[in-house]
């Protein structure tokens, strides 16, 4: 370890001077510890990988000071056992909070950006805002503030609350007013919405119909395994969350949810059931999740219960509910349905996929959980995993494969939610209940960006293995099988509407007696098994008066439960409850009734078997849990489950098989009872069952009922789709054919959606990156917007060709909506009176030219490049990035000297032909810049490391007394290193196309003997890759005059001098062009070839002086270099601003860490 000293000065908070030297305290008003925050950095990118690790990290580092000798003692002098891990959580907890305050910052300046480009497009297009509660005009919209850390004049942390969150980024509003706050003619998603799933929410095209499977594919899920220890305490609130709904809005669905069930006992009179209730009641007494009062918890040891989670069908997680009821009760799902939508379109469909999602589907039906206009627009399914025990009747119509419309969605992207976090249940077990809810919120924000950013994957993936695949493959059974498409759908038809039929499940009445008779025919079962043993006993040896005794018992006792078995198959009285069956054999109807409910058993058993193997093959660390692919962890936590499950698999096969050689017993004895009484063929006979489990998985008569009724048939035939295994076979290719037609085309549209969402992130980003208001944020708005920018290649797939986003990226540079819209809020923001202006733009018409940038990169056409010689106002039109949601362009008028603004060419004997005239008009903006406040003064100099630049910036205190005095004049090493400085601040495509100059090298050039001095200035410059020179030059001082600073902007490809003096003094012009030229002459020469051959073309930035002291001409051109830099060719700043921009810089150079 070593000792590191930090100077600072009393007036300034010791917070503050810890963060500018790059550590973060452990306490915001009297920290003792401070973390280094790289560090910080670090962890939070292992947090996204392996959970929380506070402790392990804090032991580690224990572990690792104690190593070296340094070892952490108390008053006492006795070592501390673990004396990181508190100070080290509260670092990590402060600094996530700044780490989130600065994101939804950003999150608001690209929103008012996206809501300034949708304001132009007009109120029918416009995006709906991210939080219904928080309906704001562009105007109305707070101006960015950014955290102020280095001021002297602020407050003590302890004294300032934590800032408040953005508001496009606090929680949604409350369920009372959520329904309420729908716009209409809104044709896009919110925005947040749209951020997460651009595939899903990024179109605007809606209102496909129910049968078409509508627009957006949702899936719920609850998960009880992310349950809280009520002793772990609540914890402080310092975290507004993400993705969590508020209880109080859940808590009220509920409430609305009891209070219609009292209401409404009685269904209502339009209800009209699509699944026969008997059907749908056998699926919510098979599932626990419709079951809410079935306690899944202790409820006296944990008072959070688990997570109800509701994700896109991309596991892109949307939505979050905290689970505080001992059972999974259904205002979880109704909320967050209700919740989504809150913010989509009034027109747009969605489908949910939900385990029970039939038992959601009729309570819906029966008391109006949802309004009739959320109702009308929402499809209920059920989950693909889940459908295994599901009746079939059900499936028939909630099974995403057997309906139309939902192609290949499977509905259990909740369960990849699960897990990938399944590494947070024991941490969130015993952690605070507020830090749970932070833990798992900041988690699911890194999943869904993750996500978000591997959609092409998602669609080429989805697109071979899942439609192209299972497509041929089942192309090549229709093609095998000698039955029409037409047929197969008729077929497919009439096979719904028999199993549709009421008539096709028994009365609850007539179940429960059947039972009796199941329990009574077994004892049967059971009495002649005695009966048999007791004559074959008898009939290898002498009789004896016991043995005949015995055997008369058992023969009466059989006798008797025979006559009870026929009498209460009397009672049932079937032939009223099934006129079909009246008139035939009394022991046919009584085995085949006996049939149907020994199949129904086998069905259950058989699928919760199934799905014990689906968890066994997936379950390794906990209770529904799913894992298995780690080794480790399986050893760990998951030995006693996966030990557990096995057993109980064992042990209940075998009752299953016994059942399964039941009921093909009573098969064979039902075709022999057909034949011996002439039974009907319109009664289907039952068949048997395969006794080896792993086929009975894919057959699918395991799911048909044995019918107690008559079939539709064609004349005295039974239907093909009973009786013809490949008319059933042929069924079930056709079926996943649509699927996969329909999975294709929602593919596409998704695809275009991502399209649509791409061109306006990144107008939205690149205009809040232009937005000088936004400037202290400018790295980490260039870096989102390389993020977005990238979504060009990372979704690269057949289905969203290159080309489209190549040509998104391509015309965002032409697009001149950028300057409209600028034109149209500059009244307003007149009328604010922004009297605090930055750097402002001159742009031009675009002109074909040498791209002096790397090949292959594609990226948006930022750069603003300057017209040639024969340039006119008439031809003049404003392109590019445009600027910010609070630039302000002001159109000046030219004045009409024509003296000043003669076009006479001057030709020089040098090959330069100069004009005296501005090459474009004069086009500013003034933006509402936020400057850092006061900065403290610079006690030691401040070194910025070179990064991408030509070379490190050495700040002294003599530089930044210069920069911050408003009467002192600027010096070459202060220009040199701002230029350095502003050139990494602005890390734009504009930036990487400049080359700045030293303010020595035009000095180099002059000196024949000096090349060598030049060369090594230049080295690292890059000039070869930019096309666009910035060359600072100094006048020297005559007489009893100061110095003076002017700047020459040369276009290398298009041989272009453009020329900035403060003082416009025409006189001495050309003569700064001729210095400039001899530069660029000498470096070619140095590098070894021609520069570019032909005439060079000369032309002032400005004719009219825009300064009026003797001071100021070196901040003048730095704030050109800026504008240059940042894509525009002149700053629109007035010399009253000028002290604005000299706080600017020295705020910058104060955010460099000390040498």
Not at 140 to 146: A, D, R, S, T, V
Not at 451 to 470: A, D, I, P, W
Not at 973 to 990: K, R, T, V, W
């Amino acid at each position: 370890y070593e000792n590191h000293s930090v100077p600072y000065c009393q007036c300034t908070p010791l917070p503050h001077v810890l963060i500018t030297s790059g550590m973060f305290p452990t306490s915001p008003s009297q920290p003792r510890i401070a973390v280094s925050i790289d560090l910080l950095e670090f962890y939070f990118a292992l947090f996204e990988r392996s959970g929380d690790a506070v402790t392990a990290l804090a032991r580690a580092m224990r572990n690792y000071y104690t190593r070296r000798g340094w070892r952490v003692l108390d008053s006492k002098g006795v070592p501390i056992l673990d004396p990181f891990r508190r100070p080290l959580g509260f670092a990590i907890q402060w600094y996530d909070s700044v780490r989130v305050l600065i994101a939804r910052t950003l999150d608001d300046a690209v929103e008012k950006a996206r809501q300034m480009i949708a304001a132009r497009e007009g109120a029918d297009s416009s995006p709906s805002p991210s939080r219904p509660s928080d309906m704001s005009t562009p105007s109305q919209l707070p101006h960015l503030q950014p955290p102020n850390l280095l001021n002297e004049t602020a407050t003590s942390s302890s004294d300032r609350p934590l800032p408040a969150t953005s508001s496009l980024m606090t929680p949604l509003s409350p369920s009372s007013t959520s329904h309420d706050t729908r716009k209409p003619g809104v044709r896009q998603c919110s925005s947040f919405l749209q951020r997460r799933c651009p595939a899903c929410f990024g179109g605007s095209n809606w209102g496909r119909t129910l049968a078409a499977g509508g627009d957006i594919v949702v899936a719920v899920d609850g998960n009880f395994s992310h349950r809280h220890l009520r002793t772990s305490g609540e914890g402080l609130e310092f975290y507004e969350p993400e993705y969590f709904i508020p209880k109080e809005k859940v808590d009220c669905v509920g409430t609305r949810i009891e209070q219609l069930r009292q209401a409404g006992k009685k269904p209502k009179a339009t209800y009209v059931p699509k699944v026969p209730d008997e059907a749908v009641d056998a699926c919510e007494n098979g599932h626990e999740a419709a079951n809410e009062q079935k306690a899944k918890t202790n409820a006296d040891r944990f008072d959070d219960t688990g997570i109800m989670a509701l994700v896109c069908s991309h596991d892109i997680p949307i939505y979050l509910a905290n689970i505080d009821t001992p059972g999974e009760q259904l205002k979880y799902a109704v909320c967050l349905v209700g919740e989504l939508f809150a913010n989509i379109p009034d027109d747009a469909v969605v489908a949910v996929l939900y385990d029970i999602g039939c038992v959601a589907d009729r309570g819906n039906s029966l008391y109006s959980y949802l309004p009739d206009h959320i109702t009308d627009r929402l499809i209920w399914a059920i989950s693909i995993m889940h459908a295994y025990g599901h009746q079939w009747a059900c499936q028939l119509v909630y099974n995403p494969r057997l309906r139309p419309g939902l192609g290949l969605r499977d509905g259990e992207g909740v369960e990849r939610l699960w897990a990938r976090l399944r590494v947070f249940i024991a941490i969130t077990r015993t952690s605070g209940r507020t830090r749970r809810i932070w833990l798992i919120d900041r988690q699911v924000r890194v999943i869904a960006e993750e996500m978000r950013n591997n959609l092409g994957l998602f669609l080429v993936h989805k697109l071979t293995h899942g439609v192209s695949e299972q497509r041929a493959k089942a192309r090549a059974i229709l093609n095998s099988i000698a039955v029409s498409e037409a047929e197969l759908r008729e077929q497919w038809s009439m096979q719904q509407a028999a199993q549709l039929s009421v008539r096709a499940h028994a009365p609850v009445r007539l179940k429960k007696e059947v039972d009796a008779i199941l329990a009574l025919q077994n004892d049967v079962d059971r009495v002649e098994a005695a009966l048999q043993a007791v004559r074959t006993q008898l009939s290898d040896g002498e009789p004896s008066e016991q043995a005949d005794i015995i055997l008369s018992t058992l023969e009466k006792t059989s006798k008797d439960l025979s006559k009870r078995v026929d009498n209460l198959y009397t009672s049932l009285n079937v032939g009223t409850s099934f006129p079909e069956l009246k008139g035939l054999d009394a022991n046919f109807v009584k085995i085949l009734i006996l049939a149907r409910d020994i199949k129904c058993n086998i069905r259950k058993r058989v699928t919760a078997q199934f799905l014990e193997y689906d968890r066994l093959d997936r379950a390794a660390g906990g209770k529904d849990n799913p894992l298995g692919a780690h080794q480790l962890m399986c050893s760990r936590t998951g030995t006693k489950l996966h030990q557990h499950t096995r057993k109980a698999i064992s042990k209940r096969q075998p009752s299953i098989l016994t059942a399964i050689r039941k009921f093909n017993r009573y098969c064979i004895m039902l075709a022999e009872e057909a034949k011996k009484y002439d039974i009907p063929s319109t009664i289907p006979i039952p068949e048997q069952l395969s006794t080896d489990l792993a086929k009975l998985r894919d057959n699918p008569n395991l799911y048909d009922d044995v019918w107690i009724s008559s079939l539709p048939h064609q004349g005295t035939q039974r239907p093909r789709w009973l009786e013809d295994q490949s008319v059933r076979e042929g069924i079930q290719a056709m079926l996943k054919i649509d699927r996969c037609n329909e999975e294709e085309a929602r593919l596409r549209r998704e695809a275009q959606n991502m399209c649509a969402w791409f061109g306006r992130e990144l107008a939205a980003t690149e205009l809040a990156l232009l937005t000088f208001g936004n400037a202290l944020y400018a790295p980490l708005l260039q870096q989102r917007h390389d993020d977005v920018a990238l979504l060009q290649r990372r979704w690269d797939t057949s289905l969203l060709p290159p080309e489209e986003m190549e040509d998104l990226v391509e015309d965002l540079g032409d697009d001149p909506q950028m300057i409209d819209i600028l034109e149209e809020i500059m009244s307003s923001e007149d009328e604010a009176q922004m009297a605090t202006p930055a750097i402002a733009s001159i742009t031009a018409a675009k002109d074909d030219g040498w791209d002096a940038r790397q090949p292959g990169m594609q990226t948006c056409k930022s750069d603003v490049q300057l017209t040639s010689q024969g340039y006119s106002d008439d031809d003049c039109s404003c392109f590019g990035t445009g600027s910010g949601a609070n630039d302000i362009l002001v159109l000046a008028q030219k004045p009409e000297d024509d003296e000043e603004h003669s076009r006479i060419p001057q030709l020089s004997s040098d090959g330069v032909q100069y004009i005296w005239e501005c090459p474009v008009r004069d086009i500013r903006d003034a933006v509402n810049i936020q400057i850092v406040g006061a900065v403290s003064r610079l006690s030691s100099t401040r070194v910025m490391p070179r990064g991408n630049g030509p070379r490190s910036a050495v700040f002294s205190p003599g530089d930044l007394l210069l920069l911050a005095s408003p009467d002192r004049m600027l010096n070459s090493d202060c220009i040199n290193e701002c230029a350095i400085l502003l050139q990494q601040h602005f890390p734009g495509i504009s930036s990487q196309d400049c080359a700045i100059f030293s303010t020595y090298d035009i000095i180099s050039a002059a000196q024949e003997h000096a090349s060598g001095t030049l060369e090594r200035s230049i080295q690292h410059n890059l000039y070869w890759e930019r096309d666009c020179w910035l060359i600072p030059i100094h006048r020297e001082p005559t007489n009893d005059q100061v110095g003076h600073w002017t700047l020459v902007i040369a276009i290398i490809s298009k041989r272009q001098f453009y020329h900035f003096d403060s003082l416009a003094i025409r006189s001495v012009w050309i003569d700064d062009i001729k210095r400039a030229h001899r530069l660029i002459r000498r470096v070619f020469e140095l590098a070894g070839c021609e520069p570019p051959p032909g005439t060079w073309h000369a032309m002032p930035l400005i004719t009219s002086p825009v300064q009026r002291n003797a001071v100021d001409c070196g901040v003048w051109v730095l704030a050109v270099i800026a504008a240059r830099l940042r894509g525009f060719d002149l700053t629109g700043l007035e010399e009253e601003n000028l002290p604005f921009f000299r706080t600017y810089l020295c705020g910058l150079i104060s955010q460099i860490p000390e040498q």
